[in-house]
Nanobody, 119 residues
Framework: QVQLVESGGGLVQAGGSLRLSCAASGRTFSSHIMGWFRQAPGKEREHVARVSLSGSMTYYADSVKGRFTISRDNAKNMVYLQMNSLKPEDTAVYYC????????????WGQGTQVTVSS
């Protein structure tokens, strides 16, 4: 079982930066692929970024590629999302998620943190 708690959301002007953090409980953190998702009002949930078990491999949605960076610290049970050059269309609730052990299926979710980018 993994419990996830996000932090770091807030209100920022377009062009600004935010760093989201996700604290994970449990002793198996390094065995879970971690990801960040977002959902804006009236839109489907979007898979924004993913990081491999060791942190050596990452995936980004085209909409954030070159602006967002995902990373993890297995010693601290933390995953981060550095968001630069933010745009109003990045406004959403951002969720941290973890996969089931040995699987690519996301089954553990945080409560979400609101990111609002003003123009």
């Amino acid at each position: 079982q993994v419990q996830l708690v996000e932090s770091g959301g807030g209100l920022v002007q377009a062009g600004g930066s935010l760093r989201l953090s996700c604290a994970a409980s449990g002793r198996t953190f390094s065995s879970h692929i971690m990801g960040w998702f977002r959902q804006a009002p009236g839109k489907e949930r979007e898979h924004v970024a993913r990081v491999s078990l060791s942190g050596s491999m990452t995936y980004y949605a085209d909409s954030v590629k070159g602006r967002f960076t995902i990373s993890r610290d297995n010693a601290k049970n933390m995953v981060y999302l550095q968001m630069n050059s933010l745009k109003p269309e990045d406004t959403a609730v951002y969720y941290c998620a973890a996969t089931r052990l040995g699987s690519a299926e996301y089954v553990y979710w945080g409560q979400g943190t609101q990111v609002t980018v003003s123009s």
